[in-house]
């Protein structure tokens, strides 16, 4: 009887063995299918990951742990339990695995995961865990509208069953390695996130990961959640540093609300001497309005970027500043237009309805360029990541802003610094004609220098009012970045302050040309 029992229990042994290595190699198979079936539908790829992670909280196998591995793929279960004290895995404890074409890999990767871990899960199934991790070695799953550029094309990822893990207060770590210096890239960590910005799978989200670079071909993310997390890469132009952006924000929020006030205080003045008004004044008024609605804008983005409030209003917002934007290029180039025929024309050329014109000009085509543009695709605006670099012992750390701004880097291209280039550049040459012309016309006079003063005050007016001071946004490199992010900021943020001024001076002179007029009518009259 102990004999038949023994055989009993070896047979169940040999049948549990051949069902687990069946079970082994169905994942195989399952896995090197779904390298073949790259290029399917999102939806289909995201069916095949979802199931690809339930196999593998599903499967048995003896022991702490199961490694299975395919050119493309890592898969990894791990068994945990409540007095779970961490776990740290390097790709330098895996087997390597040559890559598609003979090629290796291109970098290494690690992950640390805390022991805070199981605790929430512990709560409610106490029994044990299952802990998953899945690496790929390419992007062909997780392609996102922007077609992004990822480090080292790695998608490292990580589950744990019986709920998902948020919040932790110790993040796990996420390390990166490349055999080039990243320098000259913005590194962005990010995670998959799941029906983001309205796709069917999904996007890169930056929500929850803070950015480190330990070394020059080092990127540490710090995540306080488990999903699947890449390195966005993008070459980068300059990036802020973490200690300017304490000054540029206060001096951002200074100039703007300075410029609100002064913009409705010349609005407001406008309404009240409509009736004395010309159709000069209404055009400036126009560029006054244009400026009020973009500081409001602009300072109403930074706060519906966060991520309690929802997409929609952020993408509105984005495209009302984006609009507003336009509008007050398209009101300079107006201005610049309008100062032409003022100093340019030889006869006195009477255009029909010309301020209403000017009007669906100004505001109309901005409008019209902004609903194209969400025709085409509605993602183009929403929460926009800027990042900020902190300089420190060990390497540098990134951390993310974000504004409810244009997202599509060919819209960015096109239609802010293309549309806001093209103004300025025409605006340029119009002040430089407008001053020759100035100039010109000072000569014929017998007592050019007793106008000096007033002539100075004519080019800082037309300066001002031609919206010159925009141009600094294309000196944003090399030693030109530091003066010019104080600058720009500066000036551009005290804009609607300076129009006020000027608006207050012109009308100081128009009136004290008129008592003039009125005095020596008078005295005329006296003589006669």
């Known amino acids: 009887m102990d004999h038949c029992g023994a055989l009993f229990l070896c047979l169940c042994l040999l049948t549990l063995q051949n069902a687990t290595a069946e079970t082994w190699e169905e994942l195989l198979r399952y896995m090197e299918n779904m390298q073949v079936s790259r290029g399917r539908s999102s939806v289909f790829s995201s069916r095949q990951l979802h199931q690809l992670e339930q196999m593998l909280l599903n499967t048995s196998f003896p022991g702490y742990n199961l490694t299975l591995q395919t050119p493309t793929i890592q898969s990894l279960a791990f068994k945990l339990s409540c007095d779970f004290s961490g776990l740290s895995l390097t790709s330098a404890t895996l087997k390597r695995v040559p890559q598609a074409g003979g090629q290796h890999a291109r970098g290494q990767h690690a992950m640390q995961f805390p022991a805070e871990l199981t605790r929430d899960a512990c709560k409610t199934h106490p029994r044990e865990l299952r802990l998953i991790c899945i690496y790929f070695s390419n992007t062909h799953f997780f392609k996102d509208e922007n077609n992004s550029s990822l480090l080292n094309n790695y998608v490292l990822g990580a589950q744990l069953s019986h709920g998902h893990v948020n919040n932790l207060r110790d993040p796990v770590n996420i390390s990166f390695w490349h055999n080039q210096s990243l320098e000259g890239y913005t590194l962005t960590c990010v995670f998959w996130k799941e029906g983001a910005r309205k796709q069917p799978w999904g996007g890169w989200s930056p929500e929850g990961c803070r950015t480190e670079q330990p070394s020059r071909s080092q990127v540490l993310c710090r995540c306080n959640h488990l999903t699947y997390f890449a390195v966005l890469m993008q070459l980068s132009p300059a990036l802020v540093p973490a200690e300017l952006l304490a000054p540029l924000t206060y001096i951002s929020l200074v100039g703007c609300s300075i410029s609100i006030v002064a913009s409705l205080i010349t609005v407001l003045l406008h309404f009240h001497f409509r009736k004395q008004s010309d159709s000069l004044t209404r055009i400036h008024m126009n560029l006054h309005a244009s400026v009020l609605l973009l500081n409001i804008a602009f300072l109403l983005s930074p706060a519906f970027a966060m991520s309690p409030v929802p997409g929609s209003v952020c993408t509105a917002l984005a495209a009302a500043l984006h609009y507003a934007l336009l509008s007050c290029l398209t009101w300079m180039a107006i201005e610049g237009f309008n100062l032409y025929l003022l100093l340019g024309r030889v006869y006195n050329i009477y255009i029909r309805r010309y301020v209403f014109k000017l009007g669906v000009l100004g505001w109309g085509a901005p409008a019209l360029l902004v609903l194209l543009s969400l025709s085409v695709k509605s993602s183009v605006y929403g929460p926009c990541t800027i990042p900020v670099f902190d ?51 000072r000569e014929r006079a017998d007592a050019p220098s007793a106008r000096a003063c007033h002539d100075t005050v004519t080019v800082l007016g037309l300066t001002v009012l031609l919206g010159t001071t925009w141009a600094l946004a294309f000196f944003s490199f090399g030693v030109f970045l530091l003066p010019q992010l104080f600058l720009f900021t500066i000036l551009n943020s005290l804009y609607g302050f300076f129009l006020f001024l000027w608006f207050c001076s012109q009308r100081c002179r128009s009136e004290a040309e008129a008592k003039a007029q009125i005095e020596a009518f008078s005295s005329s009259q006296t003589t006669q």
């Open 391 to 441: 300089s420190w012992e060990n390497g540098t750390a990134f951390q993310n802003m974000s504004i409810c701004w244009v997202r599509s880097p060919v819209v960015h291209s096109v239609l802010v610094m293309g549309y806001g280039g093209l103004t300025s550049l025409f605006n340029l040459v119009v002040l430089a004609w407008a001053l020759w012309t100035l100039r010109r016309l």
